[in-house]
Structures are given as C-alpha cells and as structure tokens.
C-alpha cells in the first residue's frame, strides 16, 4: 500500500474510541465535494448562457461594421469585392439603416429598417434563411392592376405590435420624403410581409424590419449610396486586426466598428 493510501485509509478508518475524528473527516470531505460541484455548475451556467447569448446576438449582428465618417458612400461593390478578397473574411454584404414608421390596417409602430442585398446577406445575418431572402426580390402583382409591391421581412414582435401575418400589407413611412407646393410630404410605400423571423431577443424582434437594397435607395433618395458594409470573419476574435487590415487597405475616411468579441 502506497503511503497516500495509508494516509487516507487512516483517517477514513478511525478507531471504535475515535468515532468523532472520522465524522469530522466525512463532514470535511462532503463539504468540499458540495463546494467544488456547485463551483463547477455555476461556471457551466455562466459559459452556456455567454455563448447562448453570444450567438444569438451575431445571428443578427455581423462581426465587423465598415462605415464612413461622413455618412453614406457609393461604390460600395468595389469595395464589397476587395473586401471579400482580404484573408480571414467570410463573407461582405452593403446595408442600408434608418428609422421609420410602420403602418398596418390595425396599428402603428416604429422600426429599424435595414435595407439588404438578398444576393449575399444570408452569408452575414445567419437569422435570415436565403429561401425568406430571395421573396425580397419576388415582386408581387395585385390581381390585373400594374401595382407591384416588393416584399418586406419583419421580426415576430413587431408583426404581433402591428397585427399582421405573412401576406399582409404595410406601409412603410419615411421622414426621407421630398418637397412639393403643398410643402414637405414624407416617403410612403406598400410593402408585402414575406417573411417573419425570430432571434429570441426582444430588442431585435421588435424593431427590425429588411427590404431589398434597391427598394431602401429609392425610399430614402440614396440612389446608388449606402449606410455601410457588415463583414462576417473565419474568427470573430481576430475581428480586430481583420477590421485594422481593412482600413489600411481602404483608407480614411473609413472606419470600422468591431461586433461581439
């Protein structure tokens, strides 16, 4: 018998005139083993929820946000490409961001609307199936009138705020309008709800809204212009020194702004 055996089996096996000893070392041995588990259940909870919540903020969020200082800038597909070239980038796609209002035949609310490229947005916002994307782009005719209306994708608690389903009409309202005799008239245009998603986070569920790139351009009179550009990358935690290399290859007045880490 090894002398760490002999140790152990000694203080575990006390004499009949030495009963207390040994309870004592049971006692110890237990409240050690209760501490060390709970200490290990409390840091597997913690691990579990920071990635749980990790996830579900980059299914909606890229990794790195490419904007100018100045505000919205044009050949963004040039840069897109020389984007995707860079090593350790998974994919770029342009974006569109603003504030509106959503009106349906029951209700009103406000929103965030994201303008996106169906084509490659799936490859960043992992929350939008490419087959919800692709309605986008499926313009729909209202019975034999020439009205098209472009579709519209909304998160769940904003549809439940406005009261529609899938195939129902809004009107997306915009602040972005033009100037007429009357005066200033805001933007306002028919969209068709093709599709819901749900990230399981209210603050985005509640307020995002995406339509097709080239329909955000049109209401918010930026023809050919975009907010920015989301990039998604192979390691998020070497999104830093992605989003440093890309700024160097592009310059200033860009400027990058790093997801979750």
Do not use: W
């Not at 140790?7 to 575990?12: A, N, T």
């Not at 020389?82 to 009106?103: C, D, K, W």
């Amino acid at each position: 018998m090894s002398f760490e055996y002999f140790i152990g089996g000694r203080y575990l096996r006390a004499k009949h005139k030495e009963t207390f000893i040994s309870l004592i070392t049971i006692l110890s041995v237990a409240g050690v083993t209760v501490g060390v588990m709970a200490l290990i259940v409390v840091i597997a909870v913690m691990a579990g929820f920071e990635s749980d919540l990790k996830q579900r903020i980059l299914g909606v969020e890229s990794h790195i946000v490419l904007m100018r200082h100045e505000g919205s800038f044009s050949g963004y597909k040039k840069i897109s490409k020389q984007i995707n070239e860079l090593h350790g980038v998974e994919a770029a796609t342009p974006f569109i961001y603003s504030q509106i209002m959503l009106r349906s035949s029951t209700g009103v609310s406000g929103a965030v609307l994201r303008g996106i490229d169906p084509e490659s947005a799936g490859s960043v916002i992992k929350i939008l199936k490419n087959s919800v994307l692709q309605n986008l782009k499926q313009i729909q005719r209202q019975g034999n009138s020439k009205t098209f209306v472009p579709g519209i994708i909304l998160g769940k608690e904003l549809a439940r705020n406005l009261g529609v389903l899938k195939g129902d009409a809004v009107y997306l309202i915009s602040s972005r309008g033009m100037i007429s005799p009357i005066g200033y008239l805001p933007a306002m245009k028919r969209f068709e709800v093709v599709g819901l998603f749900e990230s399981g986070m209210y603050e985005y569920d509640g307020s995002l809204a995406y339509i097709d790139l080239e329909d955000a351009q049109k209401i918010l009179n930026m023809k050919g212009s975009v907010t920015g550009i989301e990039v998604r990358v192979d390691d998020i935690y070497n999104a830093r020194n992605i989003a440093k290399k890309i700024v160097s290859e592009l310059g200033f007045p860009i400027g990058p702004e790093i997801g979750c880490e």
